[in-house]
């Protein structure tokens, strides 16, 4: 049975919330203490994460980097706010999703278990460690972390997504709309500029481990890979 960390201070909502997931299957814990949802996820080890926005003490924003810190299990933010930079600055902190209140609880309901599967299930990997190679750089798909020439670096959830596409496509160009279909797999609006961010991040985790000017921009078709580490013969 698959476990649903709830963190809403509204204890009604959280209770109907928890009613519903339960009627649904799932095993449901809420964080009632809101200064210690580190320690709630830590202890509890659930396997997806509501979390509103609003909390006591700190923020969901606070909270999904602190969980970040120890999981890549899918977060759903649940929110009042409606507004773009809000979901923008919920995937910015590691969110996978983003769901606006009033919502409906079926669709609740559905997303997580669209975001379980992605995650545990049909569409999760199901042996050993998945590895992506693209001349001499090693990108390890279940750590996050991108390897080359004995160092590595650790990469976000978003940047890891980014990374990943363009090392399978290598030189060949790929679209922005490939790139954010890949890293945003939700019906939510997400702003374009947020990608070149994301772009500006990975460009620069590329950097620290000695590549530069790797991701070239093709005007007007998007972005390929381009082999600015190796030395011609």
């Known amino acids: 049975m698959q476990k649903i960390l709830i963190v809403e201070d509204n204890e009604d909502l959280r209770s109907l919330l928890a009613v519903h ?5 799932f095993q449901t814990m809420a964080t009632v203490q809101f200064e210690r949802v580190l320690g709630d996820f830590l202890e509890g080890k659930p396997d ?3 979390l509103d926005i609003n909390l006591p003490s700190f923020d969901g924003y606070y909270w999904c980097r602190q969980i970040r810190q120890h999981s890549t299990c899918p977060i759903i933010f649940i929110s009042a ?3 773009t930079m809000d979901q923008i600055m919920a995937l910015d902190n590691g ?3 983003f769901i606006t209140k009033p919502f409906s609880y079926e669709m609740v309901t559905a997303k997580v278990r669209s975001h379980l599967r992605r995650a545990y299930g049909e569409y999760a990997a199901t042996v050993g460690e998945r590895v992506v190679h693209f001349h001499g750089l090693t990108y390890v798909i279940e750590k996050m972390e991108l390897q080359f020439q004995a160092q590595s670096i650790e990469l976000s959830k978003k940047e890891a997504s980014l990374l990943e596409v363009l090392l399978e496509r290598g030189d060949k160009v790929t679209s922005r709309d490939r790139l954010m279909e890949k890293m945003w797999d939700t019906d939510m609006y997400v702003d374009e500029n947020t990608l070149n961010v994301y772009m500006t991040r990975v460009r620069k985790k590329l950097s620290e481990l000695g590549i530069h000017d790797a991701i070239e921009t093709v005007r ?3 972005y390929r890979m381009k082999l600015t580490w190796i030395k011609p013969e």
Not at 21 to 25: R, T
């Open 95 to 97: 969110a996978d999703d």
């Open 21 to 25: 997931l339960d009627k649904h299957g």
């Open 220 to 222: 007007g078709a998007g």
């Open 81 to 83: 706010r409606e507004g």
């Open 48 to 50: 997806l994460v509501l």
